[in-house]
């Protein structure tokens, strides 16, 4: 096993060098040196090491930058400091910047050994955790969605089924459910994989705006219009179309979207050419459907076109077995793209985000496990990494039976906008809308910012 291990051994000095390398080849170890922190960053980067072991005091760049620079290449790599200069401050610096350990000149051959074999079994046994997980995962894996729920894996099933067919899908579920990674999964699972896929935010979608975005127009058709331009519906042919917020389309829109779902035809604004377009519509809302039809702000021929197959995706309070598999699978992402050495998330912290009860569902867990990241000191996500919040018995973290789903929107929203020091952009993409819905939320509400919050 220890030759399947790759130690590198970084000092200035030769016989050191030399030294520590002839000891921990001796024990079976793959080791490779270099005599300074240019040469051992550019080995790093040619094949990483399993292991460091890095001399503090070196002309040019000192072990301290080389550490942080070959932890932009691998940042989970341990690392050994070796020094002559004893003191506290470097002690400090070293493992500030994330040190497994250090020693001190004259090294003793029996402690490194110890060290490097505690520190090479806990590697080993952390890739063995990481490949148990994702195979773990794999089983739970349909595209990007992840989800060991009995229902949702239904769902995977339905959705397999329905990307054989060209059949129209409407994807219901709350905001952050996920309904954009299912019909991205719908496109990918499809034999339109290969073709266009094109998401289009209803509830952005100015009514003066709206048709000209989705059919196109000539050039001349109006004041500004200098160029002829191609409609999203003509641009996603031979792929799959994405109406997010369909229940946000104005009553017109909806009368020109029957429209080509009757005929798979359209013509652009000011044109007269009528354009056949071979694409696959998937529908997604937050909003009753069936409620809006029978209060007539929803047309219902529309909704038994768009309603062919049915997706319902259920909030995460209704899966909580699912939250430490996507709290886990969120870390590793955004640890990977931020650099940061954060291994997991601590039983206390994870059972504090099992009892929350998600307003803004998978897209808050997400964006909570980021921000735990980014604010993350050590390797380990405590709940002082979590926002205060989600520490705090209110309404909202245990809610009871007796709130309405009115007032537990309104409250989420509020103290979404409070956290986020009312920046509307930022709080819009916490919860799952955008910024125009969210002013109308605000306007429907009543909210008023009392005082800045900072974010």
């Known amino acids: 096993m220890n030759g399947q291990t790759r130690i590198l051994v970084v000092d200035d000095e030769l016989h050191m060098r030399s030294a520590l390398a002839d000891w921990l080849g001796d024990e079976g170890y793959d080791v490779v040196t270099a005599a300074g922190g240019e040469e051992a960053i550019r080995l790093f980067g040619e094949r990483p090491a399993d292991l460091l072991l890095l001399d503090l005091k070196m002309p040019g760049i000192d072990g301290i930058e080389t550490m942080r620079r070959i932890r932009t290449i691998g940042s989970s790599v341990p690392v050994i400091i070796i020094t002559a200069y004893a003191t506290i401050e470097t002690a400090v610096a070293a493992m500030k910047v994330g040190a497994a350990d250090y020693l001190v000149k004259p090294v003793n051959p029996e402690e490194l050994s110890v060290i490097v074999r505690k520190l090479v079994t806990h ?9 148990l997980r994702k195979q773990l995962e794999k089983s739970y894996e349909f595209h990007d969605l992840l989800s060991k729920n009995a229902r949702m ?26 309904k954009e990674l299912v019909a991205r999964a719908i496109h990918r699972a499809s034999d339109r994989a290969k073709g266009p896929f094109l998401a289009i935010s209803c509830g952005a979608l100015a009514e003066s705006l709206c048709e000209s975005e989705l059919f196109g127009h000539e050039k001349g058709a109006f004041t500004d219009a200098k160029f002829l331009k191609r409609g999203k519906i003509e641009l996603a042919d031979k792929g799959t179309l994405f109406f997010d917020e369909i229940g946000d389309l104005g009553p017109k829109m909806q009368v020109d979207l029957l429209r080509f779902l009757q005929t798979r035809e359209l013509q652009r604004v000011g044109g007269n050419e009528v354009l056949r377009v071979d694409v696959r519509v998937v529908a997604a809302t937050n909003r009753p459907l069936e409620h809006m ?18 997706v319902f995706l259920p909030p995460l309070r209704e899966r909580r077995e699912d939250i ?13 793209h931020t650099r940061k050495n954060v291994e997991r998330i601590s039983s206390a912290a994870m059972g504090i985000l099992a009892r929350y009860h998600w307003p803004g569902n998978v897209r808050e867990l997400e964006n909570v496990v980021e921000r735990a990241v980014v604010l993350c000191g050590s390797n380990l996500i405590t ?4 926002p205060e919040p989600l520490r705090q018995p209110q309404a909202l973290v245990e809610a009871g039976p007796d709130a309405t789903l009115e007032a537990v929107e309104r409250a989420h929203i509020e103290r979404v906008l409070a956290h986020n020091g009312w920046n509307i952009q930022r709080s819009a993409e916490i919860l799952g809308i955008d910024r125009m819905t969210l002013y109308r939320k605000i306007r429907r509400f009543n909210l008023v910012r009392t005082k800045p919050v900072p974010g």
């Open 383 to 386: 709940p002082e990494d979590l």
């Open 293 to 310: 039809v029978e209060e007539g702000t929803f047309r219902r021929d529309l909704y038994y076109r768009l309603n062919v197959i049915s």
């Open 324 to 336: 430490p598999l996507l709290g886990d699978h969120f870390l590793r992402w955004f640890a990977a």
């Open 123 to 131: 590697q080993q046994v952390l890739q063995e955790n990481i490949a």
């Open 153 to 178: 894996q239904e769902i995977f099933s339905l959705v397999r089924s329905a990307a054989q067919s060209s059949a129209t899908v409407l994807i219901q579920g709350e905001s952050g459910t996920g």
